[in-house]
């Protein structure tokens, strides 16, 4: 059983920067493809970005081509997503999740976090 815990959640101004940090535990991390996700209030739970085993493949989705960057460090068993140029619609809880297999639909990641609540002020 692996458990993710997010941080680095805040409220920050339009055009700023934020870096959430997802800490894993109770499995190894360097079999998990990791994600991030975030969800609207009304809205579904959409995938930011991923990342591979080791870090040499990342995913992102359109929105965020460019501002986000998604990286994992498997000494410390933690993934990170990098936010710049934040804008009022990334307004969202942001979740870290886990899978093993190189599908990324939502039904195919085995483990959450809690999610962290980003705000961006326009």
């Known amino acids: 059983q692996v458990q993710l815990v997010e941080s680095g959640g805040g409220l920050v101004q339009a055009g700023g920067s934020l870096t959430l940090s997802c800490a894993a535990s109770?499995?190894?991390?360097?079999?998990?493809?990791m994600g991030w996700f975030r969800q609207a209030p009304g809205k579904v739970r959409n995938l930011v970005g991923d990342?591979?085993?080791?870090?040499?493949?990342?995913y992102y989705a359109d929105s965020v081509k460019g501002r986000f960057t998604v990286s994992r460090d498997n000494a410390k068993n933690t993934v990170y997503l990098q936010m710049h140029s934040l804008k009022p619609e990334d307004t969202a809880v942001y979740y870290c999740?886990?899978?093993?297999?190189?599908?990324?639909?939502?039904?195919?990641?085995?483990?959450w976090g809690q999610g962290t609540q980003v705000t961006v002020s326009s």
């Open positions: 999740a886990a899978r093993r297999g190189i599908n990324r639909g939502l039904s195919s990641w085995d483990y």
């Open positions: 109770g499995g190894t991390f360097s079999n998990y493809y």
């Open positions: 990342i591979s085993w080791k870090g040499a493949n990342t």
